[in-house]
């Protein structure tokens, strides 16, 4: 099975289950276990929550894009923002790390994402935006087809 989808959304806070809920969706005819889709849920959440929260500073006025890639099991996630940028990628994937302490934010999104998916990349460059893509190999070989 080979697929593709793209989706743009507001950057608001609402929009996070919005994309979870989407790729969620999008990858059950790969009939994942339940432990795959809380993990590939999760990881889409953080990945969002850090283009709103981080990127675009909750700038309700910008747009998360979204694409999710699926060839046979294995599964391509990417989420892109114009933002703010990373200055320092090694520096946010320290565990703990965050840029708005002020925020009482735990910086575990990095750590989360590298634990839950088998390849996590990040592309950024400051003032232009950040592009998170994850991959993972789904364990399930059954898959749902109507």
């Known amino acids: 099975m080979k697929?593709?989808?793209?989706i743009e959304f507001a950057s608001i806070s609402q929009n996070?289950?919005?994309?979870?809920?989407?790729?969620?969706?999008?990858?059950?005819?790969?009939?994942?276990?339940m432990d795959e889709l809380t993990d590939i849920?999760?990881?889409?959440?953080?990945?969002v929550t850090n283009a709103i929260i981080h990127g675009y500073e909750e700038?309700?006025?910008?747009?998360v894009i979204l694409e999710c890639r699926i060839e046979?099991?294995?599964?391509?996630?990417?989420i892109r923002?114009?933002?703010?940028?990373?200055?320092?990628?090694?520096?946010?994937?320290?565990?703990?790390?965050?840029s708005k302490p002020e925020w009482?934010?735990?910086?575990?999104?990095?750590?989360i994402m590298e634990n839950f998916m088998d390849q996590v990349e990040i592309q950024s460059s400051k003032d232009e935006g950040t592009t998170i893509t994850l991959s993972k190999q789904l364990?399930?070989?059954?898959?749902?087809?109507?």
């Open 81 to 98: 923002d114009h933002g703010a940028g990373i200055e320092n990628i090694e520096e946010a994937r320290e565990p703990l790390f965050t």
């Open 104 to 111: 009482e934010r735990s910086g575990m999104g990095f750590t």
């Open 72 to 78: 046979d099991s294995q599964i391509e996630i990417t």
């Open 139 to 146: 364990t399930s070989t059954k898959a749902i087809f109507n």
């Open 59 to 63: 700038n309700p006025d910008q747009y």
């Open 41 to 47: 849920k999760t990881v889409v959440s953080e990945a």
């Open 16 to 33: 996070e289950s919005l994309a979870r809920i989407a790729v969620a969706s999008f990858i059950s005819p790969l009939n994942p276990t």
């Open 3 to 6: 697929n593709h989808m793209r």
